[in-house]
């Protein structure tokens, strides 16, 4: 009786570990990625307060892991860690005092740190001393949802800053004054150039950094297949064993 106790006091430090692991890892940050990729868009399909604090929740833990695989340098860490405490602390603040103040450096400072963590994976997709596995796809497809959720912050921010930048229809959720939903959907639709045209840039900024992102959709997937092919082909010629004749 006693040895079963102590053997689940022994794996329950393990457990906790594994888990701390996990999440402030690259597979906990492109997990949160994907959950946080999910709850915003069932957000105008769910509205209710538990989604929202879901939402707030995930974002958080995305924050936190981001600031852990970011760099291993210290002072990138800290300008990192500033930056997500800021940005956790205004996204729930957000959510009981919506103030135009609020809501713009909430949204300004989570774009900046989103911006960095963005190149950041993607030089670790792209990089050329690995090869293609499973997990090395996962965060490709985690890189082409961070993109997305990276625009729809920066097109809440332009919204925010350059008020009427983009024609909003009567369909987005008035109880979120940074209209982060729509924008999410808004911002995946211009990343798969469907276009339905039922939010529109109206602004020259707004309309340049949509520009961007319809070139990125196309560009990103096709690049990507390109690499991964060309990276696999160079891994089995270096792997295969020599022949009978030393070749």
Same mark, same amino acid.
């Given at each position: 009786m006693h040895s079963e106790e102590a053997v689940k006091t022994v794996e329950m430090p393990g457990m906790m570990t594994?888990? =701390?692991? %996990?999440?402030?890892?690259?597979?906990?940050l492109w997990a949160f990625i994907f959950l946080l990729f999910v709850t915003q868009l069932l957000g105008p399909v769910i509205d209710s307060p538990?989604?929202? #604090? #879901?939402?707030? /929740? #995930?974002?958080s833990l995305f924050l936190v892991a981001g600031v852990f695989s970011l760099s291993p340098r210290p002072t990138v860490r800290i300008l990192a860690?500033?930056?997500? !405490?800021?940005?956790?602390?205004? &996204? @729930?603040?957000?959510l009981a005092l919506p103030t135009p103040?609020?809501?713009? @450096?909430?949204?300004?400072?989570?774009? /900046?740190f989103m911006i960095?963590?963005?190149?950041?994976?993607?030089?670790?997709? %792209?990089?050329?001393d690995q090869a293609v596995t499973g997990e090395r !796809?996962?965060? *490709? !497809?985690?890189?082409?949802?961070? %993109?997305?959720?990276?625009?729809?912050?920066?097109?809440?921010?332009l919204d925010q800053l350059l008020p009427g930048a983009f024609n909003l229809t009567v369909h987005a959720n008035v109880a979120d004054p940074a209209h982060m939903e729509s924008f999410t959907y808004f911002s995946f639709i211009?990343?798969? =150039?469907?276009?339905?045209?039922?939010?529109?840039?109206?602004?020259? !900024? *707004?309309?340049?950094c949509v520009s961007v992102q319809a070139l990125f959709g196309q560009l990103y997937?096709?690049? /990507?297949?390109?690499?991964?092919?060309?990276?696999?082909?160079?891994? &089995?010629q270096t792997s295969r064993p020599p022949g009978p004749g030393g070749t």
């Open positions: 594994r888990a =701390t692991r %996990f999440c402030l890892g690259q597979k906990g538990l989604v929202k #604090l #879901l939402t707030a /929740l #995930l974002f860690g500033l930056l997500a !405490v800021a940005g956790i602390a205004l &996204r @729930w603040l957000r103040a609020i809501i713009g @450096w909430g949204l300004a400072l989570p774009l /900046l960095f963590l963005t190149l950041a994976n993607i030089r670790e997709v %792209f990089r050329d !796809v996962t965060g *490709a !497809v985690a890189v082409y949802l961070l %993109f997305g959720l990276t625009f729809a912050y920066l097109y809440a921010f211009t990343l798969t =150039t469907l276009g339905y045209g039922d939010i529109t840039p109206v602004h020259p !900024v *707004a309309r340049m997937p096709a690049t /990507l297949l390109a690499r991964l092919v060309s990276l696999e082909i160079t891994n &089995r």
